[in-house]
């Protein structure tokens, strides 16, 4: 059993890249369990499309520039 702050963790790590299995079944077995964290991710989900549309809206950012922005990311992360 993970605790909630390695759950958020994995969570995020989620949105920029494909977790482990082990990372996966860790995460699900977690928010079947807590319900606090079962909120945070619907509410980070809501936050992360309110976000995402109004960049494209103001910006008109395509898909192409977001998943370049994410290996950018991912490269200065390390991960």
């Given at each position: 059993m993970i605790n909630c702050?390695?759950?958020?963790?994995y969570l995020h790590k989620s949105e920029i890249?494909?977790?482990?299995?082990?990372?996966k079944m860790l995460s699900?077995?977690?928010i079947m369990i807590?319900?606090?964290?079962?909120?945070y991710t619907?509410?980070?989900s809501l936050i992360n499309e309110y976000i995402k549309h109004q960049?494209?809206?103001h910006l008109n950012i395509d898909e192409q520039d977001i998943i370049m922005q994410k290996q950018e990311l991912?490269?200065?992360l390390k991960l």
């Open positions: 702050r390695k759950y958020t963790r890249q494909e977790l482990e299995w082990y990372e699900n077995y977690h807590c319900k606090s964290c079962k909120i619907k509410e980070n960049i494209e809206k991912l490269k200065k």
